[in-house]
């Protein structure tokens, strides 16, 4: 159990630092400077690459461990359904991270700073909110 627990505590940190990399990456990148990016082999931009081979390996691989973890433990206590209930909010992130990496390489100006770090911030505040509910497991028995 405990080697389950150590590889999602590595793969959701691999996972939580693409995914705020990735929006400050568009909103401080300008698309003139792409030429200077070394774009890897086949990929439409170093963007996608990041999303494509460290993101989203990381998202799968979290899930995969952590769901072995809750496998291995066997109990649902309130917490973790809430802390679920965030991480499926956090894929969701994911998927509008993926979305604006696409806009990107269709229009240099899409998305604007602004919404890149607005972004950002609320992915941030979402990975504090699900670590806080792992770690401090607070009593929302009343809440469900
Ligand atoms: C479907 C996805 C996930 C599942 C099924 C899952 C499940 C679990 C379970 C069962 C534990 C053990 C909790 C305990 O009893 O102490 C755990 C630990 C943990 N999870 Fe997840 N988790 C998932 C995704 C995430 C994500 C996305 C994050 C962070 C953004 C995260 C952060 C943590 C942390 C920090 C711990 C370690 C708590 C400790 O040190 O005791 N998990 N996870």
């Not at 999602?8 to 990456?25: G, T």
């Not at 070394?38 to 390996?57: D, K, V």
């Not at 919404?115 to 699900?130: F, H, K, N, R, S």
């Amino acid at each position: 159990m405990l080697w389950f627990l150590t590889l999602h505590i590595i793969f959701l940190l691999f996972w939580c630092a693409a995914l705020l990399y990735l929006p400050l990456y568009l909103a401080l990148v300008e698309r003139r400077d792409l030429a200077l990016e070394l774009i890897p082999e086949g990929q439409a931009s170093l963007a996608r690459f990041l999303l494509t081979h460290i993101a989203t390996p990381a998202a799968l691989l979290a899930i995969m461990t952590g769901t072995g973890v809750f496998l291995a433990q066997g109990r649902v206590e309130p917490w973790l359904i809430v802390k679920l209930a965030l991480v499926a909010l956090l894929v969701l992130g994911h998927a509008l991270v993926g979305w604006m990496v696409l806009g990107r390489e269709r229009d240099p100006d899409r998305p604007a700073p602004a919404v890149c770090w607005t972004v950002a911030g609320g992915l941030c505040l979402l990975m504090l909110l699900i670590v806080w509910f792992v770690l401090a497991k607070p009593d929302v028995e009343g809440l469900l």
